[in-house]
């Protein structure tokens, strides 16, 4: 097995870690840390599903790093995020490392960070690259804003899904929603909140849970959402577990695990609404239309019927699910 970025750079003696405390900034649960000492070790991350593995792993998991000595910044895909992890990083921070993949831009990075700082020491390898510097204050504009309404009068930040706009298979589906909504309701993967508002619309809805594993995201659907009858829960949805079964779910299921599109993660969606609804539940979702999610639909609900959609989405409408 080859060493990782990481690895190469400190057992080849290029990269030099001061003493103290080591923040890992958003870091996937195989992210490599072994050439790191694990009892210095901090990971941070808003990612649910990231953050439980690496506390079922034994490390000290926060969501915002305090008090280190270096902070390794995990380039994530989204341009924004990433800069404004950089300027987190130079803030909280005294050595900086900045490790990606060319994929999630990490040399477009590395160019704009030379802009500003001149020749950086850096290692390629694993069609990615790692680079490190002394934190600056150079950086200090790419530091993320609080969350701000966009034109479409929402609340989003950098980085989370649909920032700029409505997705527009959510705007569907919230369309295709019928008069009467049932009782107690669940959006899984709730993002940063856009479908809450046509759901309590509804008549019937007497409470409605907001289960969201990015907690940028679930922060952003606090400021969207303010009726009582919501409860916002930091989870993954697709392990989440309810002590009452929903009467229905809204869903417009992720589909993508890093840059590669994943239908299996809609599948583990699918199976996971079909679990928390009651006998009697039912399930609204909107999926990209190349998407094959029917065999999983009827191996999961004993009625799916498609009820809308466009060239680009479909909308499914199912009930009775199988135990």
Known sequence: M??????????????????GNIAVLRPSATYDVSSLPRAAVQIVHGFYPDFSAWQNAGYSVAREASGVAVAIVVVPRAKALARA???????????????????????????????????????????????WFAASDVFADWAAPPPEKGAHGFFTAPGVFSDGAVDAGSALLAAALPPKLPGRMADLGAGWG??????????????LDLIEAEAVSLDCA???????????????ATGFTSKTAYDGIVMNPPFHAGRASDPGLGHTFIRAAARLLAPHGK??????????????????????????????????HANRPIR
Request: with cysteine; proline share 4%; hydrophobic share 40%.
């Open 194 to 207: 856009y479908l809450a508002g046509p759901v309590l619309a509804r008549d019937g809805v007497k409470s």
């Open 2 to 19: 080859s060493q990782s970025r990481l690895s190469t750079a400190i057992q080849d003696g290029l990269l030099t870690l001061p003493a």
């Open 85 to 131: 992890m950089l300027a987190d990083a130079c803030a909280k921070a005294d050595l900086v490392v900045i490790d990606g993949q060319r994929t999630d831009g990490v040399d477009s990075l590395f160019k704009d960070c030379r802009k500003r700082l001149g020749d950086l020491p850096s290692i390629t390898k694993g069609h990615g690259r790692i680079f």
């Open 283 to 316: 399930l609204w979702m909107v999926a990209n239309r190349h998407l094959p999610y029917e065999a999983v639909m009827n191996e999961c609900f004993r009625n799916v019927d498609m009820i809308g959609g466009n060239g680009a989405f479909k909308i499914f």
């Open 222 to 236: 606090k400021l969207n959402v303010n009726d009582p009858r919501v409860t916002f829960h930091w989870a993954d």
